[in-house]
């Protein structure tokens, strides 16, 4: 398998570009990414979908640039595809042929149903698993469907719905009763099914999950995974639409450069969310870029990463972890203690498994700096932990590393992400469980030299060595439950 | 010269172990800290300097445990240094004999110049550039002195000053008029010398400007190189001496485990400054134990790093900088681009290093994730780029990168930083520098393969290419100057 793929990618408002670079059997990270806002199916709706001239120049400009990046990442793959502006224009030939001769590109046009399937398993894939869920990517030109239940994906769909095609066949003549009509025949093809959750994919969700992100004050600046209630999409869907202004458009945090498509995307939702049941909002980060680079990665392996997999775990250990034996035995330990504890502290089974990668990626953050490593590691798993994760896992986690030390989560941390936490208490004691591995693994060699007891509120460490260190650092360790003691 | 070296240095107080790892000739980086607070010299004053046998026990059993740690790392080569809690004590070879036949460790005792010298060089090199400056390390049982001077150091004096020894000797009695008496007898063997500048070195100092960061409301969490005016600390310094209790002392941010040694120690702070005329005092997070590394590592070019060599620079570029050629070109475009409109944009020139750096250092924040690469560059600047820089110098390079995207820096930023950057204009039009060289720097390979012409508010770029990627990034950016105009 190529170690660096490209994928290029055509939609009718913009060109993008992903060049991902594999660091191990599945596991990956984004090298470069770019994007040029080309529009190319500018005023084609109105002309029966043909391409006009300057859009494709730029096309091709924006195209030309592209090769060359990828070029210079020595890129061993690139797969180019392309979407509805493409499919439905009667002159792309011209397009493809140009391309092909001066750019050395094949441009791939894939059928709305691969394109609805491709950003079924990204999100299958790389979001978490959700359960009767309906991924919907609103394009420019069309608009993609993908049921998606635990990690398969079925019923591609695509709706010659989009934004930009809405807004030169409908709102730039005003007529909101059109597009509402259209919007709703087209859905009509959207089969009976049972769905709890939508998931969204593209620059139109993007956007507005943005904006709730920002009226909520979320503490998490992550878009992907943020998840919220079909009720807060919908209050915010009816401000969207009747918003006056762009000036009120902006003081919903709607970018200008979407000012002009963010309605008619908006439309769609609304009309869909009308139509179906849903409960829940998930955003996804990941779409059909993603989806090509996963079915060639996973093309072994029927599209689905191996049970238990996570790529982004993987991608933080093989990037920043170089002591792997330091980890493994911290997470051994740490899990350890969890079985002897987690009853006589209250602690819910479900949290063995937070603590455990917590320890597990604890020594990550020595790539930044020796100091303050459990900060760097708490900044690189909010940065860097981001696919098949809740935001409250990744929060949790997140938090444990960062208090890893001696002291417990200080009472401003937790407020701060009160929305994201267990209660404190649960916190807390996960933190003085992972400092208490630490401290516990302070002498060398690294190994669970040492035999451990539970009883009686007492912690016993028995072990032919000194553990002179270790002792030392677990006295330091704060602790809110006072009868709990260790003893060597 | 050996990759890995280990130095371990026993002070009256605590034992410290650092491992340096070295990653091209002058370039390390810390790849493990230890500490045990093992008080060899504990009730030591009070049996004329003798050890006690659980002290040393405790100093033993701490040296066993690090020698185990330092040889998990491989480190290829150890210095193990003691001062004057061993120089001093009558029954040392006591202590020697067990280390070296039952650890197979050579203590090597050091003189009290030698300690003051290592802690010289240490400030010398890896603090900015300081004139007529003494540097001032109050250790558990000695204090040490050097004249600091540019990157020359002379003068090394060591005092039978500490705060261990002048704790047991007099306020343990409550006599701190005697205190007074011997402290003043001591500083007598200063000699007469022009200091304009106190350069703080090790835990009491680092306590002292901790708290005062504190109190101050310092924007930057960062000790080394954190300067304020003598008349702060001496105000700070009255307050310490009069606090009545622990309580006061923890409501001056002193922490617990300094309450009993923090007084002596300010005491002797303060009878220097009543001896000495100076005007700006700086702290340094660095002293013996970078001293003797240092002295290892340039032992070939006099204790001195070659000339416009800073080590931080390199170990970031060395360690996290994989595309080097942008790095570099994009430095070039910045200082091309600074020749051709600081007069128009009326910068100061001295700004042009720094404005180069960011330029050099921008690619760095890739190594965490591509996405929000700008603000990991700026993580990693704050948290690694430490020696021989102010914080001023710090945080503008790192504003620089955080902003070298579209967007120029937000008022938030600018008032929270205030004290540290300059004025916001200056800040923003650099920014405004750094981002356009980035955008035009989007099209592949990355090279300066375009003419520069500034001309009435007018900057021409000619190429022979399209450059259509860096024309569309150019057309995006923020700039304050609304006459400025860049024209392809």
């Known amino acids: 398998m190529a170690k660096r793929v490209t994928i290029i990618d055509i939609g009718s408002n913009s060109v993008r570009m992903v060049i991902y670079e594999k660091v191990s059997r599945f596991a990956f990270h984004l090298l470069h990414e770019e994007k040029s806002k080309v529009r190319i199916s500018e005023d084609a709706y109105k002309h029966g979908g043909a391409l006009q001239e300057i859009p494709m120049q730029r096309a091709f400009d924006a195209l030309s640039d592209f090769i060359q990046i990828s070029n210079s990442f020595k890129a061993n793959k690139l797969f180019c595809v392309a979407t509805s502006a493409l499919r439905d224009a009667p002159n792309k030939k011209d397009f493809l042929q140009k391309v092909k001769k001066e750019l050395k590109l094949n441009i791939k046009i894939i059928s709305g149903e691969k394109e609805a399937y491709f950003g079924g398993i990204?999100?299958?894939?790389?979001?978490?698993?959700?359960?009767?869920?309906?991924?919907?990517?609103?394009?420019?030109?069309?608009?993609?469907?993908?049921?998606?239940?635990?990690?398969?994906?079925?019923?591609?769909?695509?709706?010659?719905?989009?934004t930009v095609r809405l807004k030169e066949l409908y709102f730039d003549a005003d007529d909101i009763e059109g597009a509402i009509r259209y919007i709703d025949e087209q859905l009509q093809m959207l089969p009976a099914m049972k769905?709890?959750?939508?998931?969204?994919?593209?620059?139109?969700?993007?956007?507005?999950?943005?904006?709730?992100?920002?009226?909520e004050t979320y503490p998490l600046n992550k878009l992907h995974a943020y998840e919220f209630k079909v009720t807060v999409l919908q209050e915010f869907i009816e401000e969207l639409l009747n918003a006056k202004s762009n000036k009120e458009l902006k003081s919903l945090f709607i970018n200008s450069n979407r000012f002009d498509v963010i309605k008619p995307g908006t439309l769609i939702l609304q009309r869909l969310i009308k139509k179906i049941n849903i409960s829940k909002v998930i955003t996804s980060g990941v779409g059909v870029r993603e989806g090509v680079y996963l079915s060639d990665l996973l093309r072994n392996s029927k599209h689905k990463f191996p049970h238990n997999y996570n790529t982004s775990v993987r991608y933080i250990i093989d990037s920043h972890i170089k002591d792997r034996q330091f980890s493994n035995n911290l997470s051994l330990l740490a899990k350890k203690l969890f079985d002897l504890t987690h009853e006589y502290f209250g602690i819910d089974y479900k949290y063995r498994y937070n603590l455990a990668l917590a320890a597990k990626l604890y020594p990550a953050g020595s790539s930044v700096h020796f100091y303050s490593q459990n900060k760097h590691t708490y900044y690189l798993i909010k940065s860097a932990l981001e696919f098949g994760f809740r935001h409250h896992d990744i929060m949790l986690i997140a938090t444990l590393t960062k208090y890893a030390k001696n002291k417990l989560p200080s009472s401003t941390h937790l407020q701060l992400y009160k929305k994201l936490l267990p209660k404190e208490q649960v916190t807390k004691t996960l933190s003085f469980l992972l400092s208490l591995s630490i401290a516990l693994l302070s002498?060398?060699?690294?190994?669970?030299?040492?035999?451990l007891q539970f009883e009686k509120n007492t912690l016993h460490v028995n072990s032919s060595k000194k553990l002179y260190l270790s002792k030392e650092a677990v006295a330091k360790l704060e602790c809110e439950h006072q009868k709990f003691k260790v003893l060597f």
């Not at 978490?128 to 994906?153: C, F, H, R, W």
């Open 122 to 162: 990204a999100c299958a894939n790389l979001l978490p698993m959700q359960e009767n869920a309906l991924s919907i990517d609103i394009g420019g030109g069309s608009t993609e469907l993908a049921y998606i239940d635990k990690n398969n994906v079925s019923h591609p769909l695509s709706l010659k719905l989009g």
């Open 195 to 215: 769905v709890e959750t939508l998931i969204g994919i593209g620059g139109t969700f993007r956007a507005i999950s943005s904006s709730i992100m920002k009226r």
């Open 443 to 451: 002498h060398r060699p690294r190994n669970l030299d040492f035999e």
